[in-house]
T-cell receptor, first 113, second 111 residues
């Protein structure tokens, strides 16, 4: 069975550009979350979607947005990129309900120059 | 104060050693607890959930003390393959499926 898949795996962008990151959850998982991990830190929560509705938002500026599609895949969009947005962006999926176990994709490594 | 605090290490131990990691969390509404491991430049992988009664999975034992807001992970008979960063993770009641991570403790098992 495929795990959580993310694309692209690596990306280099220029300051001020925008970026779209994509994620496909594990088959049957309805909850998708996005995390940002900068070097030396644990992942930080950005968004959570369940059944196409936003269920949680972390402390990130409005330049960050996301959505979930009917097939439960998800996109994370970041506008007006800053150097500080350089990080590993992780997508996570879980079943939903009372099962809290969460599984991560391999991440998209974004470098802003 | 960080919501989840861990000793960053690094911990360098010889093969076969027993090593313990500690973690404290500040939000008393925390309701679910996990240990994840993360290899260099890879994604975090769920190692084990942590239950109030304590739980064991092979060489790994996790403990939770809700009164002290403290979580631990014990690794017995360390293997070279255990070298990784270990992340303490909590979910806070009412925060949907948001996971709050510690900064991680780096472990290197030496031959």
């Amino acid at each position: 069975d495929a795990g959580v898949t993310q694309s692209p795996t690596h990306l280099i962008k220029t300051r001020g550009q925008h970026v779209t990151l994509r994620c496909s959850p594990i088959s049957g998982h309805k909850s998708v979350s996005w995390y940002q991990q900068v070097l030396g830190q644990g992942p930080q929560f950005i968004f959570q979607y369940y059944e196409k509705e936003e269920r949680g938002r972390g402390n990130f500026p409005d330049r960050f947005s996301a959505r979930q599609f009917p097939n439960y895949s998800s996109e994370l969009n970041v506008n007006a990129l800053l150097l500080g947005d350089s990080a590993l962006y992780l997508c996570a999926s879980s079943l939903g309900g009372f099962d809290m176990k969460t599984f991560f994709g391999q991440g998209t490594r974004l470098t802003v120059v | 104060r960080k919501e989840v605090e861990q000793d960053p290490g690094p911990f360098n131990v010889p093969e076969g050693a027993t090593v313990a990691f500690n973690c404290t969390y500040s939000n008393s509404a925390s309701q679910s607890f996990f240990w994840y491991r993360q290899d260099c430049r890879k994604e975090p992988k769920l190692l084990m959930s942590v239950y109030s009664s304590g739980n064991e999975d092979g060489r790994f034992t996790a403990q939770l003390n809700r009164a002290s807001q403290y979580i631990s992970l014990l690794i017995r008979d360390s293997k070279l393959s255990d070298s990784a960063t270990y992340l303490c993770v909590v979910n806070i009641r009412g925060s949907a499926r948001q996971l709050t991570f510690g900064s991680g403790t780096q472990l290197t098992v030496l031959p």
